[in-house]
């Protein structure tokens, strides 16, 4: 299984980003996509949980509103479109994998990561 994460890049506050997350080598329907975040000194925060089963998602509550999780089955990518960005979202992103059958929900733990992809939000 492997998962690259692109679309990181540098945006003034209040502009947005679409980061990638490109899955390959997964052989069943019955996964989540999680994305993350890491801030330099800060621990690693569960952002978003995509349920491929059956297309639900979830948020924590510092991005609700603001970020929004969509799948392009065709080319097996999912999406973390980000608006509103503020100078407090800039991180390394993350998304991640695991099995589940369920509905999305934020109480995961992954096995499979992506190598991240950097975002950078200037005031």
């Known amino acids: 299984v492997q998962l690259v994460e692109s679309g990181g890049g540098l945006v003034q506050a209040g502009g947005s980003l679409r980061l990638s997350c490109t899955v390959s080598g997964v052989t069943s329907d019955y996964y989540a996509i999680g994305w993350f975040r890491q801030a330099p000194g800060k621990e690693r925060e569960k952002i978003s949980c995509y349920s491929n089963r059956d297309g639900t998602t979830a948020y924590t509550d510092s991005v609700k509103g603001r970020f929004t999780v969509s799948k392009d089955n065709a080319k097996n990518t999912v999406f973390l479109q980000m608006t509103s960005l503020k100078p407090g979202d800039t991180a390394v992103y993350y998304c991640?994998?695991?099995?589940?059958?369920?509905?999305?929900?934020?109480?995961?733990?992954?096995?499979?990561w992506g190598q991240g992809t950097q975002v950078t939000v200037s005031s």
């Open positions: 991640a994998t695991t099995p589940w059958w369920g509905v999305a929900t934020l109480n995961l733990i992954y096995d499979r």
